[in-house]
T-cell receptor, first 110, second 114 residues
């Protein structure tokens, strides 16, 4: 079973920041938080991952709370092409399978 | 294109027929995974390989399903005696296999059993 909880859907205006929350209250100390997204009819696309420090790359920022029980994915300037289902995944250390939940469907509107 | 490649992209088959899908991972990746995704759900893990060794299989992988990676490069997923419930997107992914690396997914093979 997925170890994360996400809202089923969110809206965001184009050009604004999209903040996607994720709860993972049962996360263990050696488990990473990964984010993927899936645009309709395509394979999931890796976005970012982190353990306990905040992370930033060219696509997004990941903010993990100090107790690590929740995190937020931030798309700083959402575009229409960011419309997708976003999956937050807790990955157990040294195992490779990703346990997906049902994700958050982000709709970016003009 | 140096990403994960899956063939065919679409497959329509009659119930009871056998089908085989192919996945070509990113060349230096030694781990390869198969997932299945049905409409409205997230991908579900099926199995994965470290080089040619199949290290884990999900309970979802019934005895009608078999996956191989004979030379540690490409992989095949075969479904025998297909059923309508097998209709899904079958996704392949690969990674370097280290604990803190990401997996890259292919575009998937969409199977429709009629």
């Amino acid at each position: 079973d997925a170890k994360t909880t996400q809202p089923p859907s969110m809206d965001c205006a184009e050009g604004r920041a999209a903040n996607l929350p994720c709860n993972h209250s049962t996360i263990s100390g050696n488990e990473y938080v990964y984010w993927y997204r899936q645009i309709h009819s395509q394979g999931p696309q890796y976005i970012i991952h982190g353990l306990k420090n905040n992370e930033t790359n060219e696509m997004a920022s990941l903010i993990i709370t100090e107790d690590r029980k929740s995190s937020t994915l931030i798309l700083p300037h959402a575009t229409l092409r960011d419309t997708a289902v976003y999956y937050c995944i807790v990955r157990v250390y040294n195992t490779d399978k990703l346990i997906f939940g049902t994700g958050t469907r982000l709709q970016v509107f003009p | 294109d140096t990403g994960v490649s899956q063939n065919p992209r679409h497959k329509i088959t009659k119930r009871g027929q056998n089908v085989t899908f192919r996945c070509d991972p990113i060349s230096e990746h030694n781990r390869l995974y198969w997932y299945r995704q049905t409409l409205g759900q997230g991908p579900e893990f099926l199995t994965y390989f470290q080089n040619e060794a199949q290290l884990e299989k999900s309970r979802l992988l019934s005895d009608r399903f078999s996956a191989e990676r004979p030379k540690g490069s490409f992989s095949t997923l075969e479904i025998q005696r297909t059923e309508q419930g097998d209709s899904a997107m079958y996704l392949c992914a690969s990674s370097l296999g280290e604990s803190n690396t990401e997996a890259f997914f292919g575009q998937g093979t969409r199977l429709t059993v009629v």
